[in-house]
C-alpha cells in the first residue's frame, strides 16, 4: 500500500492523490479510515474521511482527498491510513505499508506561474510502465491514473512503453504464461482514447532485443501495431537469457509501420550480477542501425548514465550519425519517489529518479496545432525537439538562442553553446547571466555544420536541444 501524487503540479492544475494498493486478492484488507494532511507557506491543512472498503482485488487505486486550499510552493504531504484484516485486527501505516522505508513527507511543487514552454511546443514522457508491465519485483501504474497524473503535471502526452517480456505472461497472476499477441492488443485496446485536453498515450513497447554481441539492450518502439518478442532478459527463463530477437531483426520489423525507436538508457551502468543472470548489455557504435530514431539517454536523472549516453550521443554525432535524443523516466507508476527492490528478498529503497513526468521530451508541433497521437508520433522522428526538466531552451539554424526559466525553476546559470565546426565540435559561446529569461544572436563560425545548446540553472534545472543542421 503506498500513498502517490505527482512530484509537480502545473499551474492552475488540480492535485490528484492516491491510495494505490497491490495484491490485495492474496492479503485482502478493508480501508477504514484516512486522514490527510498538508504543510505548506506556514499553514497545516487536514481532512480526515471515513471508509468502509473492501480490498480484494490485485489492483486498487483509490483517490483520496486534498485537503484545504491550492497554494503555490512545496506542498508537503502525510496521509496516515488505517486498514483492518479479515480477523477485525487493524493496522495504521503512514505514506505507505512497506517495511524498511522512510515514512518521510511526499514533496509535491505547486507552480506559481505559466509554463515557460512557448505555443505550439508539446511536452511528454517517452518511457514509462502501467499494470502491464509486473512481475514479482515490480509494477506499473493504471493507464487512466497516469494519464490523470500527466494532466496534472502539464503533459501533452506519454508513452506506454510496456515491458515485451510481460505480454507473455498473464496480467493477473504474473507467474502464468499468456498468449502475448493477444495481450499486447488487449493492452492497445485498455489505453485512454485521445480526448481534447487531455494527455495523448501512445501504445509503444519496450522491447528485449540482442544488440551486436548477443546481449539484451531495451528499444523503445511507439505505436507499432503488433507485438514485438523479446524474453531474454525477463528473468523467468533464468538462464535461457538469449535474446529472442537481434535489434536490427526488430528495426526491419518496425519499418512498415514506420513507428520510432530510441535505443532506451543506452549506457545504463549495468552490474556483474545483471550482466551474468540476465545477459544485459550496452548499446555501441556497431549497434547505431539506420532504422533507429534516437538515443532516450536521459533516464529520469541527470547522474553518470546521463553523462556517459549524452558523451555517446555526441560522438555518434562527430562519427556521422545525427540521433535525436530523447528524455523519459522509467517510472513504473511511481509519481512523487521511485521505490524498487534494493537487494533481492532483503532490501527495498526509494529515490526520486524514476519520477513519472520530470524528465520530458519536447515537440514542436506548430502553434495552433492538435496534439494527437498521429501527430506526436510523426513529430518524434522529424519535428524540433528538445529534452528538459522544467525550463525552455533553443537555438535555431540561424543562431538566435532563446531560454526561458521560471522562479520555480531557477535563474540561468550557465548556457553553452556546442558547434561542430570541420571535424570538432567546440564551444563557441557561453552565457551565464543569472537571467530568467534571454534571446541572442549568435555570430557562428563559418564552416559550421550543426549547432546544438545546453543549460543549467541555479536550482539545478537541466535543458539540452538536438543538433540543429546548417547544413
Same mark, same amino acid.
Given at each position: ?29 478493508r ?22 472498503l ?11 482527498p486534498w485537503?484545504g486550499p ?8 502525510d496521509v ?17 505499508? #512497506? /517495511? +524498511?522505508?522512510? %515514512?518521510?513527507?511526499? $514533496?509535491v ?7 515557460? &514552454? ?9 518511457h ?10 515490480e ?61 495523448v498515450?501512445?501504445?509503444a ?13 531495451h ?8 507485438? #514485438? /518478442? +523479446?524474453?531474454? %532478459?525477463?528473468?523467468? $527463463? ?8 537481434a &535489434? ?24 556483474s ?32 548514465d546521463f553523462?556517459?549516453g ?18 523519459g523516466?522509467?517510472?513504473?507508476g511511481?509519481l ?9 528478498l532483503?532490501r ?11 524528465a ?12 494527437e ?14 529534452l ?5 531552451l ?11 526559466s ?16 570541420g ?37 539545478g534545472?537541466?535543458?539540452?536541444t ?6
Amino acid at each position: 500500500m503506498i500513498v502517490d501524487a505527482p512530484c509537480q503540479v502545473a499551474f492552475g492544475k488540480q492535485a490528484p492523490l492516491w491510495l494505490v494498493v497491490r495484491d490485495a486478492h492474496m492479503y485482502p484488507r478493508r480501508l477504514r479510515e484516512v486522514r490527510v494532511t498538508v504543510r505548506v507557506g506556514g499553514q497545516l491543512h487536514r481532512q480526515d474521511q471515513k471508509f468502509d472498503l473492501e480490498l480484494n482485488a490485485p489492483f486498487h487505486f483509490i483517490t483520496l482527498p486534498w485537503p484545504g486550499p491550492e497554494i503555490a510552493g512545496e506542498n508537503l504531504l502525510d496521509v496516515v491510513f488505517q486498514v483492518e484484516d479479515r480477523k477485525g485486527r487493524r493496522e495504521v501505516f503512514k505514506n505507505h505499508s #512497506l /517495511p +524498511g522505508l522512510s %515514512d518521510a513527507s511526499l $514533496r509535491v511543487l505547486r507552480m506559481g506561474c505559466e509554463s515557460p &514552454l512557448p505555443k505550439g511546443w508539446a511536452s511528454g514522457d517517452l518511457h514509462c510502465h502501467t499494470t502491464w508491465s509486473q512481475d514479482p519485483v515490480e509494477f506499473g501504474g493504471d493507464p487512466q491514473m497516469m494519464r490523470e497524473a500527466a494532466n496534472a503535471l502539464g503533459l501533452d502526452f506519454f508513452a506506454a512503453t510496456d515491458h515485451s517480456y510481460d505480454f507473455a505472461w498473464d496480467a493477473s497472476d504474473y507467474t502464468l504464461p499468456s498468449n502475448p499477441e493477444q495481450a499486447f492488443a488487449r493492452f492497445r485496446q485498455s489505453l485512454p482514447p485521445d480526448m481534447p485536453g487531455e494527455a495523448v498515450v501512445l501504445p509503444a513497447e519496450e522491447v528485449s532485443c540482442g544488440n551486436h554481441r548477443g546481449e539484451n539492450v531495451h528499444l523503445l518502439v511507439m505505436d507499432h501495431p503488433e507485438y #514485438l /518478442p +523479446g524474453q531474454g %532478459d525477463g528473468g523467468r $527463463r533464468w538462464f535461457e537469457n538469449r535474446p529472442d530477437l537481434a &535489434l536490427s531483426d526488430v528495426l526491419a520489423r518496425t519499418l512498415a509501420s514506420g513507428a520510432p525507436t530510441f535505443a532506451a538508457h543506452p549506457l545504463p551502468g549495468i552490474s556483474s550480477l545483471q550482466r551474468k543472470v540476465f545477459r544485459r548489455g550496452d548499446y555501441h557504435p556497431e549497434d547505431m542501425h539506420p532504422g533507429l530514431t534516437g538515443l532516450q539517454f536521459w533516464n529520469g536523472h541527470t547522474g553518470r548514465d546521463f553523462q556517459q549516453g549524452k558523451d555517446f550521443w555526441v560522438r555518434q554525432a562527430m562519427a556521422g550519425k545525427l540521433l535525436r535524443p530523447g528524455a523519459g523516466n522509467d517510472a513504473h507508476g511511481d509519481l512523487n519517489r521511485s521505490t524498487y527492490v534494493k537487494i533481492p528478498l532483503l532490501r527495498l529503497g526509494q529515490s526520486t529518479n524514476h519520477r513519472f513526468g520530470f524528465a520530458r521530451t519536447c515537440l514542436f508541433l506548430g502553434e495552433g496545432a492538435a496534439v494527437e497521437r498521429a501527430s506526436v508520433r510523426q513529430a518524434m522522428k522529424n519535428a524540433p525537439l528538445f529534452l528538459t526538466d522544467g525550463p525552455y531552451l533553443w537555438i535555431d539554424a540561424h543562431g538566435a538562442l532563446s531560454a526561458r526559466s521560471t522562479p520555480e525553476f531557477g535563474s540561468w546559470t550557465e548556457i553553452v553553446i556546442h558547434a561542430r565546426v570541420g571535424d570538432q565540435e567546440v564551444p563557441v559561446h557561453r552565457e551565464s547571466s543569472g537571467a530568467i529569461e534571454l534571446h541572442r544572436r549568435l555570430d557562428l563560425p563559418a564552416g559550421t555544420r550543426w549547432v546544438r545548446a545546453e543549460g543549467r540553472t541555479s536550482l539545478g534545472r537541466t535543458a539540452l536541444t538536438q543538433m540543429v543542421s546548417l547544413e
